[in-house]
């Protein structure tokens, strides 16, 4: 019964408009009700402005968990740390809870004097989606930054740079998932591990991934994830949020056979789910297909 499953908000990267979530969203919704909770495209003050304009949209008087990637990782701990009722995990995905690079302030200083303009696309593509990303997702990338005031996202990359939610997340309760990706050109690993380190319960998953983990690899992702709520015993298979294991596997041999790929593209496979888990395999899906306008 969908509208009483655990329900996952996920909260977009630096372009918040949550389309970059399609391919994710989608091997999440057999088993969950999925929220993608977007923001102003035309305004940014900052991360406590913007989890003021989130919180009310958190759900109420039921159980769910916070998904973040890249930007919205700050965000994600500013709204759990304010402890809303329901909050059963946090999930951070190739994101970061202070000094996302080396010398951020620094290079936020610069940046801060610079014009205010977008990278050359090869470059972005290169740093966001690694080599060969599909056509799909590119086109999907370059529609959205043309959307979207440079100004706010240089607004957002600031606020990035000097992000510092470690204290905050230090105090938090509820279990944290941080997933890696071990091709992500743009958040180090001193991201995963400051998180691990600063966290009271929290995991770090590596992923044969760029930093477009969720676009990229989400159907690793999306089974590291069901694996992590599963083991952590949240939401019990009581008609209130994820089924049993013998559930989880049924539903993603399911979506796997929903959208296999054709015979001659059997041999290429997606990369396991999470190399710290070997247990844990993701099923072969090609990504779906991008919805046009």
């Known amino acids: 019964m969908k509208e009483q499953a655990l329900t996952l908000c996920l909260l977009p990267g630096l372009d918040g408009t949550g389309r970059l979530y399609r391919n994710l969203a989608g091997r999440l919704d057999a088993a969950f009700v999925v929220r993608v909770l977007a923001y102003d495209s035309h305004c940014f003050e900052g991360y406590a402005a913007l989890a003021d304009l989130i919180a009310p949209q958190l759900p109420s008087g039921e159980d769910f968990v916070l998904i973040a990637e890249s930007f919205a990782g700050p965000l994600a701990v500013e709204l759990a740390a304010r402890r809303p009722p329901g909050l059963r995990a946090l999930v951070l995905a190739a994101s970061f809870v202070s000094s996302p690079l080396p010398a951020s302030r620094l290079l936020a200083g610069l940046l801060e004097r610079l014009p205010a303009m977008l990278p050359p ?173």
Do not use: W
């Open 121 to 293: 696309g090869l470059l972005l593509e290169r740093l966001l989606a690694g080599r060969g990303a599909d056509r799909n997702l590119r086109d999907e990338l370059h529609g959205i930054l043309r959307h979207i005031p440079v100004s706010v996202l240089r607004a957002r990359a600031l606020a990035a740079l000097r992000s510092d939610a470690g204290r905050p997340l230090a105090r938090l309760d509820v279990p944290v998932l941080y997933l890696e990706g071990r091709r992500d050109r743009l958040i180090g690993r001193h991201a995963g591990r400051e998180v691990v380190r600063l966290a009271r319960n929290a995991e770090r998953c590596r992923i044969d991934a760029p930093h477009f983990l969720f676009q990229v690899s989400s159907t690793a992702a999306a089974t590291a994830i069901i694996d992590f709520l599963a083991r952590r015993g949240i939401g019990q298979s009581n008609g209130r949020g994820l089924p049993d294991r013998a559930g989880i596997n049924q539903r993603q041999a399911m979506i796997a056979a929903s959208r296999a790929k054709p015979p001659a593209a059997a041999n290429a496979e997606e990369p396991p789910a999470c190399q710290s888990c070997p247990a844990i395999r993701a099923p072969a899906t090609p990504p779906i297909p991008e919805e046009r306008p």
